[in-house]
């Protein structure tokens, strides 16, 4: 008799393949299938060969190679796919079982499907998985949601596969996040913030570029040093890297010949939306997805850069060189620090609106290690909620407080030399907008108010007495001459 196996997969693209092999890899036996069964094959003929694989056909096929209370994982593309495997699915499953979805899927379609899993007597787990291929082979960010019962089935198959932290390696970057669909929001906020990282990132090379006129190698030299600080991440490093990667079609280095249009995936787009709902400032993402927007009409802004013009650049000096990378450096950590700040709000407003018992300091954890976002400073947000489970805001902790205090005055002159030499920083003019905003006790929705209940009778509230307020604005305007 065949051993029965331990994990089922659906889907065997890139991410799908390189999951199974590393749930493999950690002692489990694992059943695949894809709807292309070719796949199958070849998976089993080549990385698979001879590995405690079962390749599988049918989806009937793979339900009976498992073991109970059986685990089916798919990883096929997010949205009405996702609906119509399930259907196949729960015919053939029995109570207990799980099915879990490791697409970037949409929260609502998470908390709908959980819902209706489990009045079939099946639990359901949706998944943020970040990191990317290699991170799905070697060790991926985790981030489960769903039916709380299906945790402790999974748990030891998740917390195996995930990337590994701390000083002695063993912090599995995957905890229980939430019920229904709280994984799969904050993979969202993952996600989101990772576009804002992007976006500030090439915002500073843009800086150092034009500004500076810095070359490819003298930027590799930049960002390596940057990389060994408190800027160190995943995104620092992969951005070193690509400076020195040489085009093997032409001449000098292949960045240079790549055109300046980004694709998005739209969970940036999620994320600004549902912030949006929450009534959260959560601009730097909504600044990094109107980047990637502009960067889409290349051809209307070619036309447009033979018609309008900017400054003389060569009018406006940028001081010392040395000094002025730093400023750009301090620019980036505390712009960065604002990005987080915002999607933790934003998480902390999703829970309270969907009754979801985030932890933030874990949420963090589950960052530090095999997903995009990976940073030396998550730590640093760990330990702040650790601290302060119900903390406000991150830029109230002290470090962050201490952090954007002493980056300002670089990050105000680097605002200001961009704008004055025409370069587009929108993201690092977002983040200190916001970080203006925030500090301040008064801004100017008074006047706002006082034009929504002149128009619209909207009404308002006063600062020196309780109550709803008003005022015939006609009858006593003064009148213009």
Not at 47 to 52: D, H, L, M, T, V
Not at 87 to 94: G, R
Not at 323 to 345: D, H, M, N, P, T
């Amino acid at each position: 008799m065949t051993e029965k196996c331990d994990f089922g997969l659906i889907g065997l693209a890139v991410m799908g393949e390189n999951l199974a092999l590393n749930v493999e890899s950690r002692g489990f036996r694992v059943a695949v299938y894809n709807r292309t069964v070719d796949k199958v094959d070849a998976l089993l003929a080549g990385r698979a060969r001879g590995k405690r694989f079962q390749g599988c056909h049918t989806i009937t096929e793979l339900v009976a190679s498992l073991a109970k209370p059986r685990k089916v994982m798919m990883l096929v593309k997010a949205g009405p796919a996702v609906d119509e495997l399930m259907e196949q699915l729960i015919p053939l499953l029995e109570p207990g079982d799980v099915i879990i979805d490791g697409g970037n899927e949409h929260y609502t379609n998470t908390e709908r499907r959980t819902r209706y899993v489990e009045s079939k007597g099946l639990l359901f787990i949706g998944t943020g998985v970040s990191g990317g291929e290699e991170g799905a082979l070697k060790g991926p960010s985790l981030m489960p949601g769903g039916s709380p019962a299906a945790w402790p089935l999974l748990r030891p198959i998740f917390q195996a596969i995930a990337a590994k932290v701390g000083p002695n390696n063993d912090i599995p970057c995957c905890e229980w996040v939430g019920p229904r669909g709280a994984g799969h929001y904050v993979k969202m906020v993952h996600n989101g913030i990772e576009y804002g990282d992007m976006q500030l990132i090439c915002e500073a090379y843009l800086m150092l570029k034009e500004a500076l006129g810095l070359s490819n190698a003298e930027l590799y030299d930049v960002f390596d040093e940057w990389n060994r600080g408190e800027l160190q991440s995943y995104l620092i490093e992969i951005s070193r890297d690509i400076f020195s990667v040489a085009d093997d079609l032409a001449s000098g280095e292949l960045v240079d010949k790549i055109l300046d249009t980004a694709g998005a995936k739209g969970t940036g787009k999620w994320m600004s939306q549902l912030a949006l709902d929450l009534g959260v400032p959560s601009t730097l993402v909504t600044a990094a997805v109107y980047a990637r927007c502009i960067s889409a009409i290349k051809d209307a802004r070619v036309r447009a850069s033979q018609v309008l013009s900017g400054p003389q650049s060569a009018a406006h000096a940028i001081g010392e060189r040395t000094a002025f990378i730093e400023a750009v450096r301090q620019a980036l950590y505390a712009s960065k620090i604002c990005s987080y700040a915002q999607g933790f709000v934003q998480l902390q407003a999703a829970a309270k609106e969907h009754d979801w018992p985030l932890n933030y300091g874990d949420c963090a954890l589950l960052w530090r290690g095999g997903c995009i976002i990976r940073a030396q400073f998550l730590d640093r947000i760990k330990e702040a909620f650790s601290k302060k489970p119900d903390l406000e805001n991150l830029l109230l902790h002290p470090y962050f407080t201490r952090a954007v205090h002493e980056g300002q005055s670089a990050w105000r002159h680097v605002v200001t030399t961009a704008t004055q030499r025409g370069i587009p920083v929108p993201a690092f003019s977002t983040a200190l907008a916001y970080y203006d905003s925030y500090r301040r006790a008064f801004l100017p929705a008074n006047l706002l108010q006082a034009q929504r209940d002149y128009f619209g009778a909207h009404t308002y509230q006063r600062t020196d007495r309780p109550g709803v307020f008003h005022t015939d604005w006609i009858a006593r305007r003064r009148t213009p001459r």
